[in-house]
């Protein structure tokens, strides 16, 4: 019940900001909400499944040049979208597999490779990809005469989006599916015991995971209308992560709140000039160390308040 | 017990290494279909290893484990189990993060059907009503929604022993299921062991307390440093001095 105000007021929030933010503030938010559907992927592999994976920004380049290649020749943003979340799914499986024989930080490092070959193969292959000039003027999509130009119709065609990977990824983490990625992260010989194929589920959680990077990637290229290799660093990997784990791992309102602290909170910073780095630096050092949960804890405990009863904390 | 008919398990000549510590060493064992097997020895006579080669927790060294006359050696944890073999642990292993009926429910869900239907199927009232009726009968209603990190001690080991049941398998392995309990709860879960078994279940049963195993088994087999040093109804196991040696030393 509390978890549909949240959404209908969430909802509300967004669908109105465009009408009294300036235009800069709202592509910060717009920002925020392409890096909501990345954040949701990486959750979902990290924070459900225990996965880690530190090519998220790789993964999320496939949708971006997929978008930025095929636009120029006529291609629907669509179908350039479909196009690099069926590459990042597929790439998903493929890292998935290491995850079979690795663990913890042996599987950071196998992504964290993946991550910088991606870059170097990204920034070599200029006839493909510019190289480090990138690829500039990347079309917003269009529906015949309906055009998603302007910064406003963007907005909103990326609100779509996000609510069809909010429901989505809600589809799933509610399904056995779900059950079963949780199973694994707390104790992977109990969940094969218990009949979960370790295999299956792990390549799913990882080809699933980067499928929404895909889309994120895709979205994300068109707003800022100029992509360089230097947008999926190992970096920006980090920043999901660091999105992720603030959020709170492995709840489904984490992301929501990671993905806007991360974003806006440098933004909301920039005023105090050189200082930004430390009070941001600092504030995720006191928040690891009195939240270990994640910024969901603060909500757990103002739902608890508000509602006065102790509730055991849904994890899907 | 059919005799002449194939034993639902069993197992041939079955070894396990560690490095070059012998943890099992050509053991042998069947059980029939409908029985109640007790499974006994001191400390490190490789009880526990056996369950973990014939679940594919771990790969046996040499030798083959059949159930129901099919070659399982090797398999794979979820692959065991899928054909029906389920098991509790002496050190218990519950998802604590998730809550007593969810731990019910995953212990079930994988049991049966494809992946893909796991994903589009939602509806689960089968599963949960059995749950709840397992519930019920371990006398954890109360608990249903707490977190399984919540219980005490007893309480997750019934847990354990619940979750082993949910999948309908056909037979249980049961590791230590009395160690720490108080007489009472032991009384009631033997209780439960023998009413299960009156139902057509299969158990082993891995126990130390020898008056439960003597009063719940009609076969015992008695394991010693990695080997089989004996096998009879509990009268014969009573009156055999190599067990006594086993446990006593001599």
Known sequence: MRRWLALAAGVGICALAPLVLEQYKLYILSLTLVYLILA??????????????????????FGSYAVAVLAPYGVPFEIGLIVGVTLAFGWGLVLGFPALKVKHHYLAMVTLAFNIIAFLVIRNWESLTGGSYGISNIARP??????????????????????????????????????????????????????????NYKLMAFAIGAAYAGVGGALFAPLVAYIDPGAFTLDRSIQFLMMVVMGGLGRFEGPFIGAAVVTILPEALRGSEGLYLIIYSLAVILMMLFMPKGLVGIWDGAVGWLGGGKEVPSTS | MTPGAAPLLDVRDLSKHFYRLSALTGVSVTVEPGELLGLIGPNGSGKTTLFNCVTGVLQPSLGRVAFKGEDITGLTPDHVYRRGVSRTFQLIQLFSEMTVLENLLMAAQERRGTMLRRLFRRAESEERERALRLLDFLKLTHVTNNLASDLSYGQQKLLDFGMALMPEPEIVLLDEPMAGLNPTIIRSLVEHIRELNARGYTFVVIEHNMEVVMSLCRRIVVLSQGEKIAEGAPSEIHANARVMDAYFGG
Do not use: K, P
Not at chain 1, 179 to 198: D, P, Q, T
């Open chain 1, 142 to 199: 269009a529906w015949g005469r309906l055009s998603f130009q302007s910064d406003r119709a963007y907005y909103f065609y990326i609100l779509g989006w996000t609510a069809v990977v909010v429901a989505s990824a809600y589809w799933i983490l509610t399904s056995r599916w779900g059950r079963a990625f949780r199973a694994i992260r707390e104790n992977e010989m109990r969940a094969a015991v218990v009949g979960v194929s370790l295999r």
């Open chain 1, 40 to 61: 949701i992927g990486l959750n979902l592999t990290l924070g459900y499944a225990g996965q880690i994976s530190l090519c998220h920004a790789a993964f999320m380049s």
